[in-house]
Nanobody, 112 residues
Framework: EVQLVESGGGLVQPGGSLRLSCAAS????????MSWVRQAPGKGLEWVSS????????AYEDSAEGRFTISRDNAKNTVYLQMNSLKPEDTAVYYC?????WGQGTMVTVSS
């Protein structure tokens, strides 16, 4: 079964950090670019970051640049999103994505 499973979300204070993980199974992970996409309450999907198949290139949405770091471990079939200096506006459900495959999402809440 093709599957993406996110974890690592939670409640964090402004300025704090979280590390999201996304474990892939059922497909050849190392052949796919991976992305993180988020959906804030009451809003549409917003692309956050992507990493190429071998991890050599990354890209970030403007508000994530300098605060978030995407990485992947192809030996573990896992992609990560390290989020630092979190802001209330980062509150959202975070999804990982590989082509047509989506995870179930993990909730990140940034609040004092």
């Amino acid at each position: 079964e093709v599957q993406l499973v996110e974890s690592g979300g939670g409640l964090v204070q402004p300025g704090g950090s979280l590390r999201l993980s996304c474990a892939a199974s059922g497909f050849i992970f190392k052949r796919y670019a991976m992305s993180w996409v988020r959906q804030a309450p009451g809003k549409g999907l917003e692309w956050v970051s992507s990493v190429t198949d071998e991890g050599g290139n990354t890209a970030y949405e403007d508000s994530a640049e300098g605060r978030f770091t995407i990485s992947r471990d192809n030996a573990k079939n896992t992609v990560y999103l390290q989020m630092n200096s979190l802001k209330p506006e980062d509150t959202a459900v975070y999804y990982c994505n590989a082509g047509p495959v989506w995870g179930q999402g993990t909730m990140v809440t940034v609040s004092s």
